[in-house]
């Protein structure tokens, strides 16, 4: 009877310990760049590509992504823990110690840079471990706790999935690929600074220098809109260059509209609960964006 009282806490212990691993990796984070990667991947050459590179590829940039964000989590603990929005995570809870956490980090680092160097190619791996070394340590250590332009330089690494996906297929950085870069590089800075100002705050409770911590909401405001301008005509470009047909240029002008619609009005008539519905809206805009240009490089070419 004893044994059978026991039993069910180690299962618990063990099934706390694998979702506090899990979340060190940023599941949701992880999964919007894998799907750029692998729309990357998918655009990079008429045909669909072999089943085992794209798999490879997929597992290879999702575990380095994984690793880049559990050295994020180690880095901010101290910030994490003074934030409401992020004070749940394992590391300011206690529920994983630093050298965990480093194994873990070093684990899944590893283990993709070693699929991406072996099944897939070397530029893919060099690209996978530079854009590892700009999040985790250039953006993570140097520039967030330093400029409110953190998001801005900070986001070339996060413009870079989709790159390494066509670099997967291709073996090669092609003017195409630095497009899709383009895209998210210009849609970094509003979808980040739309979360910031509803979590003013709380970033300035932690000591960090967004935008409108440093600048003033209305400031930050009118950046937000202007870079969604800025977004709007970068993702024409796709069309410009005939790398897409009519069915992404009206996607692209349709979505765009709507964001620029929330641009506008969190611009001239601010709330947070605007400013929350912008930024899942942002989310779902890149997602069908990309997906657009997927079904026009298929079906509608």
């Known amino acids: 009877m004893s ?28 999964s919007l760049i894998v799907f750029t990667a692998v729309i990357g991947m998918l655009l990079a050459q008429p045909a669909v590509p072999p089943l085992a590179l794209l798999a490879a ?37 206690g529920e994983l110690t630093i050298l965990q956490t ?32 700009g999040y985790a340590i250039v ?17 070339a690494s996060g413009a870079m999935p989709p790159v390494l996906g066509w670099a997967a297929v291709t073996g090669e950085v092609t003017t195409e690929a630095m497009l899709l870069f383009l895209i998210i590089f210009a849609w970094t800075p509003p979808h980040f600074w739309s979360l910031a100002l509803y ?45 897409s047909g009519a069915l992404y240029l009206a996607a692209a002008l349709a979505l765009g509209a709507v964001y620029i619609g929330y641009a506008l009005r969190i611009y001239a008539a601010y709330s947070d609960r605007l400013a929350q519905r ?11 964006l990309f997906a657009a240009l997927v079904v026009d490089h298929y079906l509608a070419r």
């Open 57 to 93: 590829a997929t597992v290879g940039i999702a575990l380095v992504a994984g690793a880049a964000a559990a050295v994020n989590c180690l880095v901010e603990q101290g910030v994490d823990a003074r934030m409401q929005r992020t004070r749940w995570r394992p590391l300011p809870r």
């Open 139 to 155: 953006y993570t250590v140097v520039l967030k706790p330093l400029t409110p332009q953190n998001i801005v330089i900070g986001g």
């Open 102 to 133: 480093l194994v873990f980090a070093g684990a899944l680092g590893g283990a993709g840079l070693w699929i991406l160097g072996h099944f897939v190619n070397a530029l893919t791996m060099w690209l996978t471990l530079a854009t590892f070394v």
């Open 3 to 30: 044994a059978e009282i026991l039993s069910p806490a180690p299962a618990r212990s063990l099934a706390q310990r694998a979702r506090a691993f899990l979340a060190l990796a940023k599941p949701r984070v992880v």
């Open 278 to 288: 912008s930024f899942r809206y942002s989310i779902v805009y890149l997602a069908a």
């Open 199 to 243: 979590r003013t705050e709380d970033y300035a409770r932690a000591g960090v220098p967004m935008l409108p911590v440093t600048h003033g909401k209305e400031y930050t405001r009118l950046q937000v809109l202007l870079y969604t301008l800025i977004l709007f005509g970068v993702s024409l470009l796709p069309f410009a260059v005939r790398m």
